[in-house]
């Protein structure tokens, strides 16, 4: 009687023990699954946002504006004395028809620079691509310039002015096809013709 007594007083208590640790045990289990559930979720939704159309889309267009408007400051930054330089530059950030242009005309071109000795320097005031089509890997850019020119004497004028320009993507990243001035009132095509300074 008392053996049994112990017996059944000891399920009790072993069933007690068992029914006190149960809650604690499923929080505890639960806790562990939605830590676990977080976990992944935030990781994944950060793997999704770096690798999101959105945020490569933009990413390409900071790119593409980024090096058009590097492109459009070479074309209308010449220094007489380093006209080589310069005009390598020019045809560095040049591709398709522009470059061929430029290399048409560059022993002309050299000639008038050297005789009227003029130093040109350009600052970009605003910038914004019309168009970009990564499939043909070519874009728009339109540039608000200020264009400052020195003469060997007598004051340095300065104007402004908007280019407008086509670029294509190369294997040495995206370069000016064609330049143009864009007139005021119009969004006007680009010409194909490099901004003189």
Same mark, same amino acid.
């Given at each position: 009687?008392?053996? *049994? ?5 000891? %399920? ?5 023990? /068992? ?6 045990? =499923?929080? @505890?289990?639960?806790?562990? #699954? ?7 979720? /935030? ?5 999704? *946002? ?5 945020? +490569? !889309?933009?990413?390409?267009?900071? &790119? ?10 070479? /074309? ?8 080589? %330089? ?7 950030? !040049? $591709?398709?028809?522009?470059?061929? &242009? ?6 002309? /071109?050299? &000639?008038? #620079?050297?005789? @009227? ?9 605003? +910038? ?6 990564? %499939?043909?890997?070519? +874009?728009?850019?339109?540039?608000? #310039?200020?264009? $400052? ?7 340095? $004028? $300065? ?6 320009? !086509?670029?294509?993507?190369? !294997? ?14 119009? +969004?006007? =095509? *680009? ?7």
């Amino acid at each position: 009687m008392d053996a *049994a007594e112990l017996g059944t007083s000891g %399920q009790v208590v072993t069933t007690r023990a /068992f029914r006190l640790s149960s809650p604690l045990l =499923a929080v @505890a289990i639960t806790l562990v #699954v939605i830590a676990a559930g977080c976990a992944g979720w /935030f990781g994944w939704s950060w793997y999704h *946002a770096e690798h999101s159309g959105t945020v +490569a !889309s933009a990413r390409l267009r900071d &790119q593409v504006l980024q090096q058009g408007e590097q492109a459009v400051l070479n /074309f209308n930054t010449l220094d007489y004395r380093h006209l080589s %330089q310069g005009l390598g530059l020019w045809q560095s950030s !040049s $591709t398709g028809t522009l470059h061929a &242009q430029i290399t048409r005309g560059q022993a002309q /071109f050299e &000639q008038a #620079v050297r005789k @009227a000795k003029t130093v040109t320097t350009a600052t970009v005031l605003d +910038a914004a691509l019309t168009s970009l089509n990564p %499939q043909a890997r070519t +874009a728009s850019i339109i540039v608000a #310039v200020q264009i $400052t020119v020195k003469p060997p004497t007598g004051q340095a $004028t $300065t104007k402004q002015s908007r280019l407008e320009g !086509s670029l294509q993507q190369t !294997s040495q990243g995206w370069k000016l096809s064609a330049l143009g001035q864009v007139p005021v009132g119009t +969004a006007g =095509a *680009a010409t194909g013709q490099g901004a003189t300074p």
